[in-house]
């Protein structure tokens, strides 16, 4: 999952989107970016690797003397077992309008009734993003009209959020300078969410799904502090880290669980009142905001050059997937005036200073902490961000270093072979039967010289697929190393005295022969000959005999 | 056929009745027994006093010991009832809707009798519904044609309640428009007349409960009350009204008017059944967060009865007289009968002072800034999407507008505009926090006075009944109608209005309410004041001309 993560990430700058919108002067830049797009996929990184440079360039130059500001709003539907305020279940994909009840249709007389543990999560949520905590908040309603708010008003939080100034760190990926930047956070909020409008393929009706209606949500409310749609979608992926690692929500960004609304908005360097903001909304992958924020900022960039800035006004636009660009959803008339006033059916939500403490001991340890703690075990960045992207990794490699094995070779194997193998099979690190016990015990033996590496891996694709010990495939399958010196040796004069025709040649001068002894020598160990041993013997019989 | 309240009840015989609230049986017993004998002792000092003396009794207890008794059945009740509910309904039109399955159900009561089953508290007893409370089996418009003949998915708490208790929901009562008027003129569907002159308005929100029971066509009824929807038609009409505290009574099932302000009340010919029925809709809901988890006492209980009513039962109680509700623009003949009603509490052994709430005047522009801007909100789900009368249309915008054009009355739209004004960005702080402010201001006033008073007294309204029509063109005069009442509804306070005299008016003049405040959770004291009141009161009949004729 991290690995696809980064790799999505790293492959934005090679889409064009970012340079798509200079295209609208037709210019032999231009043409090359349309080429390119059409190449991207089969290029090696190589040419990624350049295209991103080159895209940056561009960016950069095109950039020059503007400041972009980027604000983000993120609502989290919680995992709970039941609404925010009935006792409906939510399952996503169920049939429409089969986990709805009197509550959450909204029908006459009904009344809400907290779900205490949405409280829960909220304060574990606002703990982790080191928020200061509201004791007493209250509920709000939020009034407008839509088909899917069944209650004409959306149960939220207005002047009292549960959380308020907190700050989320986060660390940029090596190949964008593994810079550590620090976001702020306004405020988290709790609120139910809305039902679902489908309409019909003739578009002469729709209809209303409220399954989704009265699913609690936490809404964070980040300080208007990212300057780059990588540093947004940096912002938007610890904020998935922390729900998961929080277990508060699943945090998936194509079932909805994790959507974020980004306030993008440019001014000259040096201006103090910020520029006319443009909300993006319709990004369901961290790649999707990446692109989608840096195609809104150049657009924006072009339109200032053009002396177009009145052009850029105050609307909701949303990312085309299909396009690779944003397009104007509504135009907002004026601030919407959604009438907020407590909720009077919700008494206050008061917090004790024992359930805020139970709730902050419970706390796992967070993505910060642990990209710290695996930083000063003298691991990389590319190794810490890794492993410390999935709790289940974490604390994978951490049982497997606690069992014995070293920091390093413990993240080599795990982000090498183990996560290739998870990839291939579309699993995740639970669900393999390798335990942390076993990858140490590989580890070891390899280390011990008990192994060679090349049977190490054997057993741990063993142990991926079927599970068991190292000790026990050891014996199965006979696959101590060889280390008996005399054993070596009698392997190597039987492979020198059938090869006399090679021999000859090596002694003729073609001394790269050493590599083909070697490997027939490996065979007839089936794998087994400790490599260096076998080596220092090998070189020594074939001097020998010259 | 006899009327109940006219039946001998001399000739009763003291039943060991279980009452089911109480805890240890033996206990209520006696209650019943105190209530019965307190009954036969009023009537043994009938000889006494010049004029007739009519002392109400308990309806309730009095069909629970007939039904026990065997000497009547369920049904034979529940025919009368019915009979005089469709006699008198074409000229009183009190329910929208009349339920189907009342003979059935007293049937029910009547086999569950036979088979020797333990009876619940409210057991073939005819009880209206104000019809802005959800009844799965009869249509709840709430008064409004955008929702008429839509059917509840499920009862409301008080409904659950009342069936559980062994009631028979026997129809749905007329009412303002959720529940926003003085009058039921606001009502989409019908305007209901005063049984005691039919010319005349039986108050509002909640007149169809209140002429129902006036009229004996159910022996109680559930009300709802906001800013005086219950006290003020049981003035009108001559009954007795309970609105309890907020959060007593679960609101779960009662159409949202203004939620932090709604109360489901009870209609009574008597104390002692408003106390019986408050009992059964008492107490905690966990589908309604704002019901409160106090213990609720046994309210009926604690009722002392006549006959162990001491020269002065009331002695030492301080009663405080609200002065700013008996000054100017209140009728001369309220105050003289509130007046009358203190003489006759201080002659009980009350200590009478008169005491001053100096923020009274504010509480009635709060109330209708607070009540219109939680109704625009409360009353945004009648949209026509999901329930109710939809008016299609190509547009979105237009379905909606539509649709809510042609459901909502006059009085409603206008409350939504007033309170979608008063919550707008820009007059939120001038209006609705300042109308916070001013909440906050009279539950303060109210707390001081309750230190110094174990009760208030008021009158229920300005005026006595008022002819209908007479205010439908002057909103302000219908909302002035109202000044008595929402300061309570501000702070929350439970208030009990028994009927405490007449004013000029109609055939036989027209009766007037004393409303009773306590502090928060104290039904208890008013209910207790009330029983003793009712019961020593002189010279005074509470029941309407149109059944009491036919039935003396």
Redesign the interface.
């Known amino acids: 999952m991290a690995f696809v993560f980064f790799r999505g990430i790293r492959s934005n700058h090679l889409m064009v989107c970012p340079l798509a919108n200079f295209c609208r002067r037709p210019t032999a830049v231009y043409c090359a970016l349309q080429n390119s797009r059409a190449q991207v996929r089969p290029r090696n990184v190589i040419f990624q690797e350049y295209s991103h440079t080159s895209a940056k360039k561009l960016k950069e130059k095109n950039m020059q003397g503007y400041e972009v500001i980027i604000g983000i709003e993120t609502h989290v539907q919680l995992a709970t077992i039941t609404k925010a305020f009935c006792s409906c279940p939510y399952l996503y994909g169920s049939q429409p309008n089969t986990n709805i009840c009197p509550v959450c249709m909204g029908l006459p007389g009904t009344l809400p009734i907290l779900n205490s543990k949405v409280v829960a999560f909220a304060v574990k949520l606002a703990l982790a993003l080191n928020c200061d905590l509201s004791m007493t908040s209250k509920f709000d309603r939020k009034q407008y009209f839509y088909p899917d708010l069944p209650k004409g008003y959306q149960i939220s939080q207005f002047d009292i959020p549960i959380g308020t100034k907190g700050v989320v760190d986060v660390d940029l990926p090596i190949e964008f300078g593994g810079e550590h930047k620090r976001f702020g956070i306004t405020r988290v909020h709790m609120e139910e969410d809305a039902g679902k409008l489908l309409h019909s393929d003739t578009g002469s009706y729709s209809q209303v799904d409220l399954n989704r209606a009265g699913v609690p949500l936490l809404e964070i409310v980040s300080e208007p502090d990212m300057r780059s749609g990588l540093e947004a979608a940096e912002y938007a992926a610890e904020i998935q880290r922390l729900v998961r690692y929080l277990g508060v929500s699943n945090g998936n960004m194509q079932e909805g669980s994790l959507r974020c609304d980004v306030n993008v908005s440019i001014r000259p360097i040096g201006q103090l009142e910020f520029g006319t903001k443009v909300e993006i909304k319709n990004m369901n992958s961290f790649s999707a905001m990446n692109k989608a924020i840096d195609y809104e900022i150049s657009r924006q960039v072009l339109l200032h050059n053009q002396g177009q800035s009145n052009q850029i006004i105050q609307e909701t636009r949303l990312w085309e997937e299909g396009y690779q660009k944003t397009v104007t959803m509504r135009k907002k008339e004026g601030l919407a005036d959604y009438r907020y006033f407590p909720e009077p059916d919700i008494p206050d939500v008061v917090l004790t200073e024992d359930y805020v403490e139970n709730i902050r001991r419970s706390l796992p340890e967070l993505p910060e902490a642990k990209r710290r703690r695996y930083e000063n075990m003298g691991l990389s960045m590319q190794d810490v961000l890794f492993l410390a992207n999935d709790s289940s990794v974490a604390d994978f490699f951490d049982s497997t270093v606690g069992k014995g094995a070293e920091a390093k070779l413990v993240a080599n194997w795990i982000m090498c072979d183990i996560a290739a193998y998870l990839k291939n099979e579309h699993l995740s690190i639970n669900d393999v039967k390798l335990t942390p016990l076993e990858l140490a015990e590989v580890i070891v033996s390899i280390k011990g010289g008990i192994i060679s590496g090349k049977i190490g891996k054997e057993i741990l694709f063993e142990l991926l697929a079927n599970g068991g010990t190292v000790q026990k495939i050891i014996e199965e399958k006979d696959l101590v190393q060889i280390v008996d010196q005399g054993a070596i040796e009698a392997m190597v004069d039987k492979v020198l005295e059938e090869n006399p025709k090679q021999l000859q040649q090596y002694h003729g001068g073609k001394t790269k022969l050493q590599g083909y002894f070697a490997g027939q020598v490996m065979k007839e160990s089936k794998g087994k000959a400790n490599p260096t041993l076998l080596n220092t013997i090998l070189l020594e019989k074939l001097n020998a005999k010259s | 056929m006899p009327f109940l309240i006219q039946s001998p009840r001399l000739l009763l015989p003291p039943h060991r009745l279980p009452l089911p609230f109480s805890r240890s049986l033996g206990r209520s017993d006696a209650v019943f027994r105190r209530l019965f004998n307190g009954v036969s002792a009023a009537s043994a000092t009938l000889s006494s006093p010049p004029t007739t003396v009519e002392t109400p009794f308990s309806e309730i207890l009095s069909i629970r010991d007939s039904l026990l008794s065997h000497r009547r059945t369920a049904s034979e009740i529940a025919g009368e009832y019915r009979d005089r509910l469709h006699k008198v309904e074409p000229q009183l039109h009190s329910f929208l809707h009349v339920s189907e399955t009342a003979m059935q159900e007293a049937e029910a009561v009547d086999q569950m009798v036979a088979a020797g089953r333990e009876l619940g508290p409210l057991a073939g007893v005819f009880v209206g519904v104000k019809d802005n ?2 009844t799965v089996d009869m249509p ?1 418009t ?1 008064g409004s044609e955008i ?1 008429k003949d ?1 059917r ?3 009862d ?1 708490t008080v409904v659950t309640r009342l069936r559980d208790a062994g009631a028979i929901v026997v129809g749905k009562t007329n009412l303002d428009e959720f529940g926003m008027g003085g009058s039921t003129e606001g009502s989409g569907f019908q305007v209901t007349a005063n049984p005691w002159d039919l010319s005349r308005v039986p108050g509002g929100s909640s007149g169809g409960s209140a002429a129902a029971v006036s009229a004996r066509q159910c022996v109680v009824s559930l009300g709802s009350d906001t800013g005086g929807s219950v006290r003020q038609p049981a003035s009108f009409c001559g009954v007795v009204g309970m609105k309890p505290t907020y959060g007593r009574v679960s ?6 008017y ?3 302000l709604d109360a489901i009340g009870c209609f009574g010919s008597s104390i002692s059944d408003v106390a019986i029925l408050l009992n059964v809709i008492s107490g905690h809901d ?5 019901s409160s988890k106090r213990d609720v006492p046994n309210f009926a209980e604690e009722l002392v009865s006549l006959s162990n009513i001491e020269a002065k039962p009331l002695k030492g109680l301080r009663v405080g007289l609200i002065r700013e509700t008996i000054g100017a623009g209140v009728d001369a003949g309220v105050v003289s009968a509130i007046h009358a009603a203190g003489s006759h509490l201080e002659h009980l052994g009350c200590v009478l002072n008169e005491v001053s709430l100096p923020s009274y005047s504010l509480g009635l522009p709060a109330y209708y800034i607070l009540a219109s ?2 109704a ?2 409360n ?5 026509g ?3 109710g009368n939809q008016v299609g249309s190509e547009e ?1 915008s237009s379905l ?1 507008g539509n649709s809510r054009a042609n459901g909502f009355g006059d009085e409603v739209k206008m409350r939504i505009l007033m309170g ?1 004004y008063a ?3 820009g007059y ?1 702080d001038a209006y ?1 926090k300042r109308a916070q402010q001013v909440r906050t201001l009279i539950q303060k006033c109210f707390k001081d006075a309750m230190n110094e008073n174990d009760i208030l007294i008021s009158p229920a309204a300005p005026t006595a009944a008022y002819k209908i029509g007479e205010k439908t063109d002057d909103p302000l005069a219908m909302y002035a109608g109202d000044i008595m009442t929402v300061n309570v509804n501000l702070a929350g306070l439970p208030a009990l209005v028994v009927p405490c005299g007449f004013v000029e008016g109609g055939q036989v003049g027209l009766p007037v309410g004393l409303q009773m405040i306590a502090s928060a959770f104290r039904e208890d004291i008013l209910l207790k004041v009330g029983h003793i009141f009712e019961q020593t009161r002189q010279g005074y009949r509470f029941v309407p001309p149109i059944c009491g004729d036919k039935y003396s």
């Open positions: 409370i959800c709840s709430g929702l839509y509840p998915a499920y409301a609101r779960f099932g009662l159409m949202a203004a939620s932090s966990k589908f309604d967060s704002t801007s939680e625009s909100s009353l945004s789900r009648y949209d999407i999901r329930f979105l909606y979608t919550l707008s960005a939120y609705y």
